[in-house]
DNA sequence: TCATTTCGTCTACTATAAGAGACGAAATTT
DNA sequence: AAATTTCGTCTCTTATAGTAGACGAAATGA
């Protein structure tokens, strides 16, 4: 289980806890409401358990809260500072392509990534990706082919790009050197 | 298994599979770039398995989503028409408050519900619960008397109620017959 | 045409999520 | 103060989530 998850598991954890205490309902009581047993709720408030979708969709519908929401609520729990080492990272074990999350989950729908991009390396992005969000991307490091749809970006250090309408997208690296970018995008 | 969550389960199923489609990945690329075995990831999109929230955790992290967007991506893909026989249903098993979600999940932040409440029930909120949220109350049949915080409104059928900001809210049936409201809400 | 690879499903097994009920601690009642 | 209730945790069992690897079908290649 990677820092992400920790976190995710955390924050899922305390956000439950806080639901039900807020409506001041015992374990019980929630376990009469959702069908789901207090042994289960309390291991799950405790991490001692990770809970399945079912189980998930069953709480969050005895707060009435669609399960997104109630994710997204847990994720917006954490703290306004994230540390340089609580960040998120994740790296493609293929490419060595690696993605680390800067910003804290309270992000109002702001959101900064770090990116390393491997010489060489390729990656393809369907249009979908894009559907809901703004986004730049600026270069901090290398050079970068940025296809979006048809039209092909050569961007160099320190260049920033804003994207268009949703489209296929492809990041390149056509250099000798890894490629450094920073994605900054806010969502719908 | 109620309505409501076999509706999530299948949604996100389909998310997944979506999701990893869209990428061009096979189960088995999937499976190597997220540590979830390929095994798995093919049951859960055949609805043959509720993964957990750790689960969830590692495949969102694979497709570089937050996993309440993902969860949200998979409320919004159902379909812009909710048959009333297909209405998520929650009734408290203790008061006998009916919920029924009547707004289909592409609600673009705009929901309704309507709500039956048993004479002489209280169901109290947190004012958390209406922290991201705009809504107002119709009286549809019956009598309803809405604490507002400090203030309160006794309403009937046909007054419709705009709220304010955050405040603690307790609904109470004072009358001898259900109360049934409509409850039209905008996220955020 | 036959071999090789790739894909998703299936089988068998292990790890763990989930439920039923017991238990001790704390609060409440009489 | 003793009895009763309420609360959250713990124990034990069962159900099922999750993994490793085999398998047949389809696609690809020689």
């Known amino acids: 289980m990677d820092l992400h998850e920790q976190q995710a598991a955390g924050a899922i954890a305390e956000r439950i806890r806080l639901e039900r205490e807020d409506r001041g309902w015992s374990l019980s009581e929630l376990a009469e409401r959702s069908g789901v047993s207090k042994a289960m709720i309390s291991k799950i408030e405790r991490c001692e358990a990770s809970p ?46 690696t993605r680390r999350a800067i910003s804290p989950a309270t992000g109002n729908g ?14 393809p992005y369907p249009a979908s990706a894009f559907a809901f969000q703004r986004q730049q991307i600026w270069v901090t490091g290398g050079e970068l082919e940025f296809a979006e749809g048809e039209v092909v ?10 994207l268009g309408s949703p489209q296929p997208c492809v990041f390149f690296n056509p250099g000798k050197i890894d490629a450094r970018y920073v994605i900054a995008l806010t969502r719908r």
Do not use: N
């Open 52 to 97: 399945t979708a079912t189980v998930l969709g069953r709480l969050s519908g005895a707060f009435g809260l669609p399960l997104s929401r109630l994710l997204a609520l847990a994720e917006q729990a954490s703290e306004r500072l994230m540390r340089a080492d609580r960040q998120a990272i994740w790296k493609d074990p293929e490419t060595g392509y």
């Open 110 to 123: 702001l959101e900064l990534l770090e990116v390393t991009l491997p010489a060489g390396v390729r990656i």
């Open 153 to 162: 970006h050569h961007l160099r250090q320190g260049d920033c790009l804003e």
